[in-house]
């Protein structure tokens, strides 16, 4: 059982999110805007939320303006000359005009599309997704069962999202795994980290001492892969509705 509402504390607006299993309170900021939420045991009384909220107000605001500091990539046009990452590492794209079927080749420095002269802005933003779509289940095949064996945790299903605020997300009960289509993006430690960070959710559901102790446990450099995949420049995006099974 959950049930969500709003409440105002100094400057900003938080979401109060409220579980009938849960026994503590837990703040979170969510990137890339800053958004803060927390999620309460039903029982709390507002103004016990609220008070929570004001002790931490100095952390929860150096965090909100340490996200609205970070870089952000401009808006990609998918032209020849634009950079683009692609595990970590910076490709330039070259944009070849020749008919027939539309592809992406990465060669050492270079990813190529070719695609016909008339192919607009969302079809190659669209071809890209799908290439990094498919350069991400080709690294997650061999990624999963790794981190799987590590944990001794095992999810049912994993699938991929294009999400604009997390990284990662679970559903305990089904032990499904959504990873964001971003981190194809980003080094392959960071794709780790949020394996690792969801696997261990379906054994401790919050964000507790437990559930810390846990990641460092499996992954000791997580804190590090985590200051790192939260500093690399954000991008412009609008928020996912593509998903796929993995």
Same mark, same amino acid.
């Given at each position: 059982?959950?049930?969500?509402? +709003?409440?105002?504390?100094?400057?900003?607006? @938080? *979401?109060? #999110?409220? $579980? &009938?299993?849960?026994?503590?309170l837990y703040i979170k900021v969510i990137p890339p805007?800053?958004?803060?939420?927390?999620?309460?045991?039903?029982?709390?009384?507002?103004?016990?939320?609220?008070?929570?909220?004001? +002790?931490?107000?100095?952390?929860?605001?150096? @965090? *909100?303006? #340490?996200? $609205? &500091?970070?870089?952000?990539?401009?808006?990609?046009?998918?032209?020849?000359?634009?950079?683009?990452?692609?595990?970590?590492?910076?490709?330039?794209?070259?944009?070849i005009h020749q008919d027939g079927k539309s592809n992406?080749?990465?060669?050492?420095?270079?990813?190529?599309?070719?695609?016909?002269?008339?192919?607009?802005?969302?079809?190659?933003?669209?071809?890209?997704?799908?290439?990094?779509?498919?350069?991400?289940?080709?690294?997650?095949?061999?990624?999963?069962?790794?981190?799987?064996?590590?944990?001794?945790?095992?999810?049912?299903?994993?699938?991929?999202?294009?999400?604009?605020?997390?990284?990662?997300?679970?559903?305990?009960?089904?032990?499904?795994?959504?990873?964001?289509?971003?981190?194809?993006?980003?080094?392959?430690?960071?794709?780790?980290?949020?394996?690792?960070?969801?696997?261990?959710?379906?054994?401790?559901?919050?964000?507790?001492?437990?559930?810390?102790?846990?990641?460092?446990?499996?992954?000791?450099?997580?804190?590090?892969?985590?200051?790192?995949?939260?500093?690399?420049?954000?991008?412009?995006?609008?928020s996912g509705v593509e998903n796929d099974n993995v």
């Amino acid at each position: 059982m959950e049930k969500s509402d +709003k409440m105002v504390v100094g400057d900003f607006s @938080v *979401k109060i #999110k409220r $579980k &009938k299993n849960l026994k503590n309170l837990y703040i979170k900021v969510i990137p890339p805007e800053g958004d803060v939420e927390v999620t309460a045991p039903i029982s709390v009384e507002d103004e016990e939320i609220r008070l929570f909220l004001l +002790k931490r107000m100095s952390e929860i605001i150096k @965090v *909100k303006s #340490k996200m $609205k &500091k970070q870089e952000r990539q401009s808006k990609r046009e998918y032209v020849s000359g634009e950079s683009h990452y692609v595990w970590g590492k910076l490709y330039r794209l070259q944009v070849i005009h020749q008919d027939g079927k539309s592809n992406i080749v990465k060669t050492p420095t270079k990813l190529i599309m070719t695609i016909p002269e008339d192919t607009s802005r969302e079809s190659r933003e669209r071809l890209m997704n799908n290439w990094y779509r498919k350069e991400l289940v080709r690294v997650l095949e061999s990624v999963i069962p790794s981190c799987e064996e590590k944990a001794r945790i095992y999810g049912n299903e994993y699938k991929i999202k294009n999400m604009k605020t997390k990284w990662g997300s679970c559903n305990i009960d089904k032990k499904t795994i959504w990873i964001n289509l971003q981190l194809a993006k980003k080094p392959i430690e960071c794709l780790e980290y949020v394996l690792f960070h969801e696997l261990i959710h379906f054994i401790e559901r919050n964000h507790t001492d437990m559930f810390y102790s846990l990641m460092e446990k499996l992954y000791p450099t997580y804190r590090d892969v985590k200051n790192s995949l939260d500093t690399m420049p954000l991008e412009s995006m609008k928020s996912g509705v593509e998903n796929d099974n993995v």
